[in-house]
């Protein structure tokens, strides 16, 4: 038998376990302390016929974590008190102390030893409880993250494809009516042609920035055959805009097939540019691409002043998002202060996953 079909195995056993547990945890108290009881008594009436000479006192303690796990740690001091009773009544005929106070201490020190077992099952069950429901809220959280992000994206898209859809048509609009009013004051001869051409010129590089301002929103068609477009356009939309050069290197090598993950990559990629600009101050921006037999590898450096000496205690909301991007596909994103200057920003995938 493999690992992967042990682990299988066992995985569908503590599931059944769990569900064997909660419903009887959703008995009523007694139905749930029924089959402790039965087994003490049963484990009782073993210790009876065994007489003296073989001690079975260790055994009861599994009634009392029965007890404990299913019905909760009264229930399981409960138990350890009647388990003791019955140690007593199980042995009393044919226990070798000559005194019964010798005897009575010795079923004190069997009470004590059921209430430690009762003791540590409690403990058990309140660790394991406090892991279910830590786990169950970093799930939670994290599926908050994930409905953040798919918000975020959604969100994007709408305006993205608003802006493209609605202001761009209206302003191409406003553009062929300066176009064709400057044709009719050509045709008077008129001396506000030229204003005319000016506003029409205006306005079509207006639409020409809003369209590349909508792509980099919402990029359409980043899929396996998309990514280098949509980045291309993504660093010609930002060179425009702020006359920082960005570097693109090849990208037809990498193959990528999910377009979840292309979506992914590419908001990491834009966020770095973004802060590189923003807040590093870089004028130079290089974005790399590339892939081996294990890993694709995302490098995105710059010649800006890095980070502050002193690291702040908060981390961005663009870094945050970044990290959680990469988790979301898998990938490990690492940032560091490149030399002589600038930063460097590292997201590995594994091959796999692409």
Same mark, same amino acid.
């Given at each position: 038998?493999n690992?992967e079909?042990i682990?299988?195995v066992?995985v569908?056993?503590?599931?059944?376990w769990?569900?064997?547990t909660n419903?009887?945890?959703?008995?009523?108290l007694f139905?749930?302390?029924?089959?402790?009881?039965?087994i003490?008594?049963?484990?009782?009436w073993?210790?009876?016929?065994t007489?003296?000479e073989?001690?079975?006192?260790?055994f009861y303690?599994?009634p009392i974590l029965?007890?404990?796990w299913?019905a909760?740690?009264?229930?399981?001091?409960?138990?350890a008190?009647?388990?003791?009773?019955?140690?007593w009544?199980?042995?009393? $005929?044919?226990?070798p102390y000559?005194t019964?106070?010798?005897?009575l201490?010795?079923?004190v020190?069997r009470?004590?030893?059921f209430a430690m077992?009762?003791y540590?099952? %409690?403990?058990?069950?309140?660790?394991q409880?406090?892991d279910k429901a830590?786990?169950?809220?970093?799930? $939670?959280?994290?599926?908050?993250?994930?409905?953040?992000v798919?918000?975020s994206e959604?969100?994007?898209?709408?305006i /993205?494809?608003?802006l493209h859809d609605?202001i761009?048509?209206q302003?191409a609009?406003i /553009?062929?009516?300066?176009r064709s009013?400057?044709?009719d004051?050509?045709a008077f001869?008129?001396?506000?042609?030229q204003?005319?051409?000016l506003?029409?010129?205006?306005?079509?590089?207006t639409? %020409? $920035?809003a369209?590349?301002? &909508?792509r980099?929103i919402f990029p359409v068609?980043?899929d396996?055959?998309?990514?280098a477009?949509?980045?291309t356009?993504l660093?010609?939309?930002?060179?425009?805009? %702020?006359?920082?050069?960005?570097?693109?290197e090849?990208?037809?090598d990498?193959q990528?097939?999910s377009?979840e993950?292309?979506?992914?990559?590419y908001?990491i990629?834009q966020?770095?540019?973004g802060n590189?600009v923003?807040?590093?101050?870089a004028?130079?921006?290089n974005?790399?691409l590339?892939?081996?037999?294990?890993?694709?590898?995302? %490098?995105?450096s710059d010649d800006g002043?890095?980070?502050?000496a002193e690291?702040?205690?908060?981390? /961005?909301m663009g870094?945050r998002?970044?990290r959680?991007?990469?988790q979301?596909? /898998?990938?490990?994103l690492?940032?560091s202060d490149s030399?002589?200057?600038? &930063?460097?920003?590292?997201?590995?995938?594994?091959?796999?996953?692409s």
């Open positions: 038998m690992p079909t682990l299988t066992d569908q056993n503590s599931r059944l769990d569900k064997l419903l009887i945890r959703r008995q009523p139905m749930a302390v029924l089959p402790s009881l039965l003490a008594f049963v484990m009782a073993i210790d009876r016929i007489t003296w073989v001690s079975l006192f260790v303690a599994l029965i007890a404990v299913w909760g740690s009264i229930a399981g001091y409960v138990l008190l009647i388990c003791g009773i019955l140690w009544l199980s042995n009393y $005929e044919t226990h000559e019964t106070l010798g005897y201490w010795a079923t020190s009470v004590v030893f077992a009762a540590a099952a %409690t403990a058990v069950r309140n660790r409880e406090a830590r786990i169950q809220t970093l799930e $939670e959280r994290r599926q908050l993250e994930a409905d953040l798919a918000v959604h969100e994007q898209q709408r /993205g494809q608003d609605g761009c048509q302003l609009a /553009g062929l009516a300066a009013l400057a044709n004051l050509r001869d008129s001396s506000f042609t204003d005319a051409e506003i029409e010129s205006s306005i079509q590089q639409v %020409t $920035e369209r590349g301002l &909508a980099g068609h980043v396996r055959h998309g990514l477009v949509a980045l356009d660093a010609q939309s930002i060179s425009r805009l %702020t006359g920082v050069k960005i570097n693109i090849e990208l037809s990498v990528i097939y377009p993950v292309s979506m992914h990559l908001r990629i966020e770095a540019i590189a923003r807040h590093g101050g004028q130079h921006v974005v790399k590339e892939s081996n037999s294990q890993a694709i590898i995302l %490098t995105v002043r890095g980070f502050p690291p702040r205690m908060n981390i /961005g870094m998002t970044m959680y991007r990469a979301m596909i /898998g990938a490990s690492s940032v030399n002589p200057g600038g &930063a460097t920003l590292r997201c590995s995938m594994p091959i796999h996953i």
